[in-house]
């Protein structure tokens, strides 16, 4: 999975997942249902940063956020690589680890 928010055993990394996906999907609804919710700082008026540590991610992100990058950074020096982009109306940059490197490019579609 790559995850790296939680660790120990295969099951309860997964349960986290369930969980943290579960949370995004709530919190998706309610700002869908009530506009006096406003949107959260992160993800609008700045990226959501996501940390990634094997090829399969990278690649995984490249491919959704291909035609909308607004930013790709091989010469980020503190984790790795950045891409940047949008997932409909979320922005969403991508931290790739030093040692995965970008080779994934990210071009219009």
Same mark, same amino acid.
Request: hydrophobic share 50%; glycine share 10%; charged share 25%.
């Given at each position: 999975m790559g995850d790296r928010g939680v660790s120990g055993p295969a099951e309860r990394v997964a349960a986290h997942r369930v969980?943290? =996906?579960?949370?995004?999907?709530?919190?998706?609804?309610?700002?869908?249902?009530?506009?006096?919710?406003?949107?959260?700082?992160?993800?609008?008026?700045?990226?959501?940063?996501?940390?990634?540590?094997?090829?399969?991610?990278? !690649?995984?992100? !490249?491919g959704v956020l291909a035609g909308s990058s607004e930013k790709i950074d091989p010469d980020a020096?503190?984790?790795?690589?950045?891409?940047?982009?949008?997932?409909?109306?979320?922005?969403?940059? =991508?931290h790739a680890a030093l040692y995965v490197g970008c080779e994934a490019t990210v071009s219009g579609a």
């Open positions: 969980e943290y =996906i579960a949370g995004l999907r709530r919190l998706a609804d309610l700002l869908e249902q009530d506009d006096a919710m406003t949107l959260p700082y992160y993800g609008d008026s700045a990226a959501l940063a996501v940390f990634v540590y094997d090829r399969a991610g990278v !690649a995984a992100y !490249a020096k503190e984790f790795g690589c950045e891409l940047e982009g949008r997932l409909a109306g979320l922005r969403v940059l =991508i």
